[in-house]
């Protein structure tokens, strides 16, 4: 069974970078669809990347040209690189896969099964 951890949350100030890991246990992330969701106090949880089995790439607007994700093999888990930071930015943010071998509409929430516990992101001066 697959099981998701993510880590790298920190307070940064706007303009800064962090970068996120989600690490798998149970089975190979390579089996996976992986998409990053975040959610900002108050608000609904929204999907803004994802990286498919193939390695394609599908970024939401918001984040397209400061976010890049990607998958590294040896460790079984999937990277995501925050760039120029704004405070819209800050939550919590989760990595989550699609039941075994599907696909997934990379935003939607619903087409996910396992989540991770999440990582906060705080943009503040």
């Known amino acids: 069974q697959l099981q998701l951890v993510e880590s790298g949350g920190d307070l940064v100030q706007p303009g800064g970078s962090v970068k996120l890991s989600c690490v798998a246990s149970?089975?190979?992330?390579?089996?996976?669809?992986i998409a990053w969701f975040r959610q900002a106090p108050g608000k609904e949880r929204e999907g803004f990347t994802c990286?498919?089995?193939?390695?394609?790439?599908w970024y939401d607007r918001t984040v397209q040209g400061r976010f890049t994700v990607s998958r590294d093999k040896a460790k079984n888990s999937v990277t995501l690189q925050m760039s120029a930071l704004k405070p819209e930015d800050a939550g919590t943010y989760y990595c989550?896969?699609?039941?075994?071998?599907?696909?997934?509409?990379?935003?939607?929430?619903?087409?996910?099964?396992?989540w991770g516990q999440g990582t906060q992101v705080t943009v503040s001066a």
């Open positions: 149970g089975r190979s992330l390579d089996d996976y669809l």
């Open positions: 989550a896969a699609p039941p075994y071998h599907e696909g997934a509409t990379c935003f939607e929430s619903g087409d996910f099964e396992t």
């Open positions: 990286i498919t089995r193939g390695g394609t790439i």
